[in-house]
């Protein structure tokens, strides 16, 4: 079974920019979280999505948006992007929501300049 | 607000020595607390504890709940120099509209010869 794919790996992108992340979850699975990593506030819960919904948020500014398609694929959006925003942007799939184990993707490093 | 406090934050052992991984947590509507080991990028799934008081064991790993003093513990016997990641605790809370995950900011763990 393939696992949680996320792309792109990489991305650079300059303040005030905007940028769309995307994530492929391993097959089955409905429910798809968003976290960000920083060096300094480790995993941060963004959103998580199920059957295209959104069914928690975490506190983030309405700049981090994030949808679900029927296939499970799920991306987020950043608008208007801060030099703060640079982290890693890891997702992860499972079946029916985080009280399951959750499967990571390889994440997402976005460098704002 | 749901506080996760992990400790220490980094240590160094040789190989061979036992270490112990402490993880605190104030949630609320607790479901469960998940340990993860994080090398490069993707974290991955160790351990979900439900109950006080039950030890989980894989291999040299072994884990245990205390839901009275909110705490959890992470053991490894033995280390090797392949223990060496950020160990990430994260206890589950029930939203309502799903769980969702707090994660701690990890403990980084070196392993030397």
């Known amino acids: 079974k393939a696992g949680v794919t996320q792309t792109p790996r990489y991305l650079i992108k300059t303040r005030g920019q905007q940028v769309t992340l995307s994530c492929s979850p391993i097959s089955g699975h409905r429910s798809v979280s968003w976290y960000q990593q920083t060096p300094g506030q480790g995993l941060q819960f963004l959103f998580e999505y199920f059957s295209e919904t959104q069914r928690n948020k975490g506190n983030f500014p309405g700049r981090f948006s994030g949808r679900q398609f029927s296939n499970s694929r799920s991306e987020m959006n950043v608008s208007t992007l801060e030099l703060g925003d640079s982290a890693l942007y890891l997702c992860?799939?499972?079946?029916?929501?985080?009280?399951?184990?959750?499967?990571f993707g390889p994440g997402t490093r976005l460098l704002v300049l | 607000e749901d506080k996760v406090v992990q400790s220490p934050l980094s240590l160094v052992v040789h190989e061979g020595d036992t270490v112990t991984l402490n993880c605190s947590y104030e949630?609320?509507?607790?479901?469960?607390l998940l340990w993860y080991k994080q090398e490069k990028k993707a974290p991955t799934f160790l351990f979900m504890l439900t109950s006080s008081g039950i030890e989980k064991k894989s291999g040299r790993l072994s884990s245990i709940l205390d839901k009275k003093e909110l705490f959890s513990i992470l053991n490894i016997t033995a280390t090797q120099t392949g223990d060496s990641a950020i160990y990430l605790c994260a206890p589950e809370k029930y939203t309502g509209g799903g769980n969702k995950l707090t994660f701690g900011t990890g403990t980084q763990l070196k392993v030397e010869l």
């Open positions: 949630v609320t509507n607790f479901r469960s």
């Open positions: 992860a799939s499972s079946f029916s929501g985080p009280q399951e184990t959750q499967y």
